[in-house]
């Protein structure tokens, strides 16, 4: 049996709740739901967790703390992730890596995950429970069957309850682009009190994005590269910014959204050595608050494009999205597509999506 039949029958007994609760002690169900509560912003712990269980089921013999080769009685755990336990994740629908949980820096130590393991796990809860878990599979022969099916289910339930179907328009045919950026507007400004919110318009810009690529000329024979993790570091992602558009496999556009953050030099400084790096064509860099020390700012993005020859775009988050919305065909496509995205996102919080459906029916009241 290979590695993505062993991940996929484990989830099923997830998914058909089968328990395992009685062969576990309270300090490991506790250690279980810590790993689970984090999943998803700390997805790199998750995987790499993951991918040591079902080796170790694989090969019971091994040690699997140590997870490199070139540890004394080493695997390659990246290379397993990798080809394996990421893509069976994100088939699942799973809390997943955009390539594998070994990209992270602090999970990358070439050191073995003992319970003094040094690396630098940005949760202190969340790096307790996932030693002292591989602690349990590896000291006390605990069954990592039975963790993994234990783990899998509170994720399934906290995505149950993260669902939220979103409400759709009475009369999409009478939206407005006036309507829906004052509608976007509240989304993105409202105080939830909570992470994520920034994700928002990273979503908004991908629904429309979408739409562009098959209907722009500019955007004939693009792709639109699939979202990674709004908590992944550059390194760790891979990526020059939240959106990237290729054409034959090279990046054409990369867009970079700061919701929160007035633009200033030193986020151009770090956009020149992405494009650097990855070599667009055209960088946006789009905020809601603004920019500071304009004349900085303008002597980066010309010698960007005397050196690189590449056009750094300065603006607005939502002026940007009214002058999109004016190049689309059908204005009720980007509602839907966003809606959508919105919905089935792993990342929001109910409390976005349930705001999206509270401005919504205001909406609908009004058209």
Not at 58 to 66: E, G, K, L, S, T
Not at 171 to 187: A, C, G, W
Not at 248 to 261: G, N, Q, Y
Not at 293 to 319: F, M, R, T
Request: net charge positive.
């Amino acid at each position: 049996m290979n590695y993505n039949a062993i991940l996929e029958e484990i989830h099923t007994e997830a998914v058909n709740k089968k328990f395992y609760t009685k062969n576990l002690n309270t300090q490991t169900l506790k250690n279980i739901e810590t790993i689970a509560q984090k999943s998803f912003n700390q997805k790199g712990v998750f995987t790499v967790f993951v991918t040591l269980g079902i080796y170790k089921i694989v090969h019971p013999n091994q040690d699997i703390r140590n997870h490199q080769t070139q540890i004394e009685s080493g695997f390659s755990g990246r290379t397993v992730d990798t080809k394996y336990i990421t893509p069976t994740l994100k088939k699942l629908g799973l809390p997943s890596m955009a390539e594998s949980g070994w990209l992270t820096r602090s999970l990358e130590q070439p050191y073995p995950y003992s319970l003094d393991y040094e690396g630098k796990i940005s949760n202190k809860s969340v790096k307790k429970a996932f030693l002292e878990l591989v602690n349990t599979i590896e000291i006390e022969k605990v069954n990592p069957k039975y963790i993994l099916v234990e783990l899998f289910k509170l994720i399934i339930e906290l995505q149950e309850v993260n669902k939220v179907e979103i409400i759709p328009l009475k009369n999409p045919e009478k939206l407005t682009i006036e309507k829906t950026i004052e509608l976007l507007d509240k989304q993105f400004n409202f105080d939830y009190k909570t992470s994520y919110g920034s994700k928002l318009p990273v979503l908004a810009f991908y629904a429309i994005y979408n739409l562009l690529i098959n209907q722009i000329s500019r955007y004939n024979q693009c792709q639109l590269k699939a979202l990674g993790s709004h908590t992944a570091s550059d390194r760790t992602s891979q990526s020059a910014g939240d959106i990237e558009v290729f054409k034959s496999k090279e990046l054409f556009e990369a867009i970079e959204i700061k919701l929160d953050k007035p633009i200033d030099a030193n986020i151009l400084r770090i956009a020149k050595e992405k494009i650097v790096r990855f070599n667009p064509k055209r960088y946006y860099i789009l905020s809601n608050q603004g920019m500071v020390k304009e004349n900085e700012i303008y002597k980066i993005i010309e010698e960007v494009k005397q050196e690189h020859g590449c056009q750094i775009i300065v603006n607005g988050v939502l002026s940007t999205l009214k002058y999109y919305m004016r190049l689309i065909d059908n204005l009720e496509d980007f509602y839907r597509l966003y809606s959508d995205l919105i919905s089935t996102d792993s990342e929001l919080k109910a409390i976005h999506k349930q705001k999206w459906n509270e401005l919504s029916k205001e909406l609908n009241h009004e058209l």
